[in-house]
């Protein structure tokens, strides 16, 4: 373990992110951005300290804690420069942290909770996945099959059958599986129709299905795509 001020620091750093940036491990690459925005940060490189830490944020959410050095880096230099976003940044990695902790310590529900206030469904799915009441563990498993988290979904569905769950859903139809993105054909459907701007009463028309249904699934097409608007997953397509 080296300390902020050991000049190996830095080099230790590089070392372990071309590893993990060589390997595909993005939860580790964008933990590491973030510790590296950290030091830069202490070293006085505020540039590339905040380079850094957007680096690390736009790779999205990964599991635990990964998140959390560049928020906190960011909302330092927000905070030292007098940026009215670094509470909000800072609280935020505050939120984060705290939802991992309660995962870690074994509270699932208050962990599943704090995930789903900070809008993380596969988050709050993989803490309800380790928790002991049957039905969260298998709205976690629909979470998993919305979201296609196939691997995570397939290890939940062994544990049920080993714990005597006797209605386990089955996975996706082949034919979602063989979508890039894990949608089903009416999925695929609904995402065309996205592109040529339709509005979900339109939707409902041309596909001969009610509106409520419209609803869950656009905000299914949005989760599977990892967009949050309408707009982005027409331009997933285009």
């Given amino acids: 373990m080296r300390r902020r001020g050991d000049p190996r620091m830095g080099d230790d750093l590089a070392r372990a992110l071309a590893f993990a940036q060589e390997r595909d491990l993005d939860g580790y690459v964008q933990y590491l951005l973030g510790a590296g925005a950290n030091l830069r940060a202490f070293r006085g490189e505020w540039p590339a300290a905040e380079a850094d830490a957007r680096a690390s944020l736009a790779l999205g959410e990964h599991r635990g804690v990964s998140l959390c050095p560049a928020l906190i880096a960011l909302g330092r230099l927000q905070a030292r420069r007098g940026n009215p976003e670094a ?18 310590a074994g509270d699932w529900r ?4 704090a995930w789903t206030a900070l809008g993380f469904p596969f988050e709050a799915a993989d803490a309800c996945a380790e928790g002991d009441d049957e039905d969260a563990r298998l709205e976690a498993l629909a979470t998993f099959d919305r979201l296609g988290a196939t691997r995570c979904a397939q290890r939940l569905r062994q544990r049920l059958r080993a714990g005597g769950t006797r209605r386990v859903p089955r996975g996706p139809r082949p034919a979602s599986r063989s979508h890039p993105a894990g949608l ?9 129709q996205l592109k040529q701007g339709a509005t979900n009463a339109e939707i409902a028309r041309q596909l001969v299905i009610t509106p409520k249904t419209v609803d869950h699934h656009v ?20």
């Fill in 87 to 104: 509470g909000a940044t800072l609280q935020e990695a505050w939120r984060t942290a705290e939802a991992t902790a309660r995962s870690i």
């Fill in 110 to 113: 208050a962990a599943a909770a």
């Fill in 184 to 192: 089903t054909p009416r999925q695929a459907e609904v995402l065309e």
């Fill in 219 to 238: 905000s299914a097409v949005l989760a599977k795509l990892g967009v949050r608007t309408r707009r982005e997953a027409a331009d997933w397509i285009a």
